[in-house]
T-cell receptor
Framework: AQSVTQLDSHVSVSEGTPVLLRCNYSSSYSPSLFWYVQHPNKGLQLLLKYTSAATLVKGINGFEAEFKKSETSFHLTKPSAHMSDAAEYFCVVSEPNKAAGNKLTFGGGTRVLVKP | DTGVSQNPRHKITKRGQNVTFRCDPISEHNRLYWYRQTLGQGPEFLTYFQNEAQLEKSRLLSDRFSAERPKGSFSTLEIQRTEQGDSAMYLC?????????????FGDGTRLSIL
């Protein structure tokens, strides 16, 4: 069975400073990992994905994440936060499953607050 | 790419009533998923379709819930005899079905409120 733990439920940063969102996963197989962002009352937007290629993954809006198998981590970073980055972020794991397609398992989410 | 479309965006109903939600996936996507998201939580998987076949249902999907995808295009999710605990955001996602995992594209969801 797969699971995801997001280590911080809330993160507060000042505009222009780095952002770090921490994620640990558990999986029986070689997983695919994703980060999604959700703005209020909206659906989820894909930021980036890891699918067993390069361990450092670059996404949209300046975000990137590093897959570390030895630490079972997939932390999300951005060098300089913008006000528009204020949202909820979800770390997601997917295992291929013939019956369930690529069913996603979500972490509990990290709410990011950006202070001016 | 017109994206995944969900209707209605909001639904308010009295306990005990039936409700139906619709999802129109991205046209070339053969996989369709339903998730439920309660306040302050991440989405949870409900069910999955490959074309018109419903291949998996979560134990979260009680017998009051039924989902269909009759022609392998749009899908409906019906909840019968709604209960307070059904209040949530219901999200639909679609993806291509390939060997390598394809990202799922989400709609904006239907927010259900039970009075």
């Amino acid at each position: 069975a797969q699971s995801v733990t997001q280590l911080d439920s809330h993160v507060s940063v000042s505009e222009g400073t780095p952002v770090l969102l921490r994620c640990n996963y558990s999986s029986s197989y070689s997983p695919s990992l994703f980060w999604y962002v959700q703005h209020p009352n909206k659906g989820l937007q894909l930021l980036l994905k890891y699918t067993s290629a390069a361990t450092l993954v670059k996404g949209i809006n300046g975000f990137e994440a590093e897959f570390k198998k030895s630490e079972t981590s997939f932390h999300l970073t951005k060098p300089s936060a913008h006000m528009s980055d204020a949202a909820e972020y979800f770390c997601v794991v997917s295992e291929p499953n013939k019956a369930a397609g690529n069913k996603l398992t979500f972490g509990g989410g990290t709410r990011v607050l950006v202070k001016p | 790419d017109t994206g995944v479309s969900q209707n209605p965006r909001h639904k308010i109903t009295k306990r005990g009533q039936n409700v139906t939600f619709r999802c129109d996936p991205i046209s070339e996507h053969n996989r369709l998923y339903w998730y439920r998201q309660t306040l302050g939580q991440g989405p949870e998987f409900l069910t999955y379709f490959q074309n018109e076949a419903q291949l998996e249902k979560s134990r979260l999907l009680s017998d009051r819930f039924s989902a269909e995808r009759p022609k392998g295009s749009f899908s409906t999710l019906e909840i019968q005899r709604t209960e307070q605990g059904d209040s949530a955001m219901y999200l639909c996602a679609s993806s291509l079905g390939r060997t390598a995992p394809e990202p799922q594209h989400f709609g904006d969801g239907t927010r259900l409120s039970i009075l």
